[in-house]
């Protein structure tokens, strides 16, 4: 975080998922946009413990208690902020090029391990638990996992196979809230995985630079998308969700 001035007393406001205890009805927010919290914070008392936040590039805000303390001194850059959503950040696509190939279908290869040690050890109740407050429990991330990549499997296999196919979008809160979710045991999806990316590997690793730039149709904005887009969009989406969960471990010291 940066300020840009040396006011001191509260150097940021946590609207937040946890804990937030204002304790002053009188408190109005400027134009701060959402910061969220994940642990206590009590403005009353001015006191913070550790936070994470997030907001667009750059904000400026005023907050003004009634006891007239004004602070004015928050100019957040997204440096060092962590969205709980996004803790690898967003996926960015990337020019082509042998190293980052490598890099990413490494990353293919290597999800089931890592996600397996992902959730090595944790019992029922920790695979219950929700990575952030109202997010996906971890059993939800590794069913999805599964789900997603099934699909995108077959994302690939039509990608290499048809011109310019249309690719089927599916909804994937409406896929974590089957049954089967609740009902299979996690380490069917864990296997699942290991033989679905022993295959898509496969697949991948050998095709050619430039089957790389075929493309599949996405019938919402009827927009194309390489398969070297989504090569690296689901690299990212491995490490995403395994990171979901290696964060929730680390937060509560798992
Ligand atoms: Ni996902």
Request: hydrophobic share 40%.
């Amino acid at each position: 975080m940066v300020h840009d001035n040396s006011n001191i007393g509260v150097n940021l406001l946590i609207i937040g998922d946890n804990n937030l205890n204002i304790g002053n009805d009188n408190l109005y927010i400027g134009d701060v946009l959402l910061i969220i919290g994940n642990t206590n914070f009590n403005i009353g008392g001015i006191k913070h413990k550790k936070v994470c936040f997030y907001s667009n590039p750059a904000v400026s805000a005023s907050i003004s208690f009634t006891f007239g303390l004004f602070i004015n001194l928050l100019t957040l850059k997204n440096e060092g902020m962590i969205d709980p959503r996004y803790p690898i950040g967003k996926y960015e696509s990337k020019d082509f090029s042998a190293e980052q190939k490598e890099e990413w279908l490494k990353t293919i290869k290597e999800l089931p391990e890592k996600l397996k040690e992902a959730v090595a050890g944790l019992s029922e109740a920790q695979l219950q638990t929700p990575y952030r407050e109202g997010g996906w429990m971890v059993r939800q991330l590794v069913h999805h996992i599964a789900d997603s990549h099934v699909n995108a499997y077959i994302r690939f296999k039509l990608g290499l196979t048809e011109e310019n196919p249309t690719i089927k979008p599916y909804e994937e809160k409406e896929w974590a809230l089957l049954v089967d979710n609740d009902t299979v045991p996690i380490t069917v999806s864990l296997s699942l995985l290991e033989a679905l990316h022993t295959r898509w590997f496969a697949t991948l690793a050998p095709i050619t630079d430039e089957q790389w730039n075929r493309t599949v149709v996405h019938p919402e904005h009827g927009r194309l998308m390489s398969l070297w887009f989504l090569l690296g969009m689901y690299a990212w989406h491995s490490k995403h969700h395994v990171a979901h969960i290696t964060s929730l471990r680390e937060k509560n010291n798992w």
